[in-house]
């Protein structure tokens, strides 16, 4: 008889499984708040190779003062700050290699606005709070909807609008319609004239 209830078991939940398989459910904000609606969207298209040149012009023509871009891991948040740096723009990362007295330097400089742009990662950048943030760019898109809606309510804060940038490959197709199916409308897809989707330098002149 116990034998007969756990086949039973088994059967229904291999059933239910499969039924998962073929019809998977929609992701949602589980857990999470819609991103606020005091923030805009927008995508941009590129390679791997080409994110960082795409968003350094980014960050030219913006001439935010108060950006925060987000990296996966720790090691490309301290490489890319280091790259923007050296290109001229003022960034710090804050990344779990720091000791607590640097992560204190990175959040009190960029706070002051001493530092520009700050580069983080999901984890280091918890518990920020800066009401001044104006742009949010996702360098690495986030893994999932309830990410993305984490990272972008770092701006648009007390009655300000603020703008959500992300830089998308060829592997981000299905977060961005899953993006745009949960938000209810399709977000804005951007070009920077004068560069192409690799973010090198184009020549004649660019598309609007």
């Known amino acids: 008889?116990?034998?007969?209830?756990?086949?039973?078991?088994?059967?229904?939940?291999?059933?239910?499984?499969?039924?998962?398989?073929?019809?998977?459910?929609?992701?949602?904000?589980v857990g999470e708040a819609a991103p606020p609606a005091t923030v805009s969207h927008a995508f941009y298209s590129v390679s791997h190779g080409g994110k960082t040149a795409v968003l350094i012009e980014i960050l030219r023509r913006t001439q935010a003062k108060s950006v925060i871009v987000f990296t996966r891991t720790k090691h490309r948040a301290k490489s890319l700050a280091r790259d923007l740096?050296?290109?001229?723009?003022?960034?710090?990362?804050?990344?779990?290699?720091?000791?607590?007295r640097e992560r204190e330097r990175a959040l009190d400089g960029f706070r002051s606005g001493r530092f520009g742009v700050l580069v983080a990662t999901d984890i280091a950048a918890r518990g920020i709070d800066v009401a001044t943030v104006s742009?949010?760019?996702?360098?690495?898109?986030?893994?999932?909807?309830?990410?993305?809606?984490?990272?972008?309510?770092?701006?648009?804060r007390?009655?300000?609008?603020?703008?959500?940038?992300?830089?998308?490959?060829?592997?981000?197709?299905?977060?961005?319609?899953?993006?745009?199916?949960?938000?209810?409308?399709?977000?804005?897809?951007?070009?920077?004239?004068?560069?192409?989707?690799?973010?090198?330098?184009?020549?004649?002149?660019?598309?609007?």
């Open 85 to 100: 740096a050296a290109g001229g723009c003022r960034a710090v990362s804050l990344q779990g290699n720091l000791s607590q």
């Open 1 to 29: 008889m116990g034998s007969m209830i756990g086949i039973r078991r088994y059967l229904t939940a291999a059933l239910l499984a499969a039924a998962l398989l073929q019809t998977p459910l929609p992701l949602q904000f």
């Open 158 to 208: 007390a009655t300000r609008t603020g703008e959500a940038l992300t830089l998308v490959t060829a592997d981000d197709v299905a977060l961005v319609k899953t993006l745009e199916r949960v938000l209810g409308k399709r977000l804005e897809r951007r070009q920077l004239g004068g560069h192409d989707e690799r973010g090198s330098r184009r020549s004649g002149n660019a598309a609007a």
């Open 135 to 156: 742009h949010v760019i996702n360098y690495d898109a986030p893994a999932t909807a309830a990410a993305y809606t984490h990272r972008v309510g770092r701006t648009g």
